[in-house]
């Protein structure tokens, strides 16, 4: 399983844009499932966004129009650009990746913190 390091979380203010970089420590081209998750204070973490090996989206109802997620195979990384953000955003945001659609056969990184003030 490859290693992963999230980077690019801070703070920022409603309606302000950050971009999280996601780092392997190994090729992802053959990795299916590279996703981003998030889990603020008290509650389950949750999908944010995920792309395939062949290049598919999926967004959580509450990311899409304005969260967008990519993968550079060539720099093992995956990106998660987020503009518009709302308090609500406010959580740590994890990386993982992952062989099938189910996180827990995958690798997680430590998390980065992404707090939007109001």
């Known amino acids: 399983q490859v290693q992963l390091v999230e980077s690019g979380g801070g703070l920022v203010q409603a309606g302000g844009s950050l971009r999280l970089s996601c780092a392997a420590s190994?090729?992802?081209?053959?990795?299916?499932?590279m996703s981003w998750y998030r889990q603020a204070p008290g509650q389950q973490r949750e999908l944010v966004a995920t792309?395939?090996?062949?290049?598919?989206?999926n967004y959580a109802d509450s990311a899409k129009g304005r969260f967008a997620i990519s993968r550079d195979n060539a720099k093992n990384t995956v990106s998660l650009q987020m503009n518009s953000l709302k308090p609500e955003d406010t959580a740590v945001y994890y990386c993982?990746?992952?062989?099938?659609?189910?996180?827990?056969?995958?690798?997680w990184g430590q998390g980065t913190q992404v707090t939007v003030s109001s």
């Open positions: 792309i395939t090996s062949g290049l598919r989206t």
């Open positions: 190994g090729s992802i081209s053959s990795i299916n499932y």
């Open positions: 993982n990746a992952a062989p099938y659609i189910d996180p827990r056969l995958g690798s």
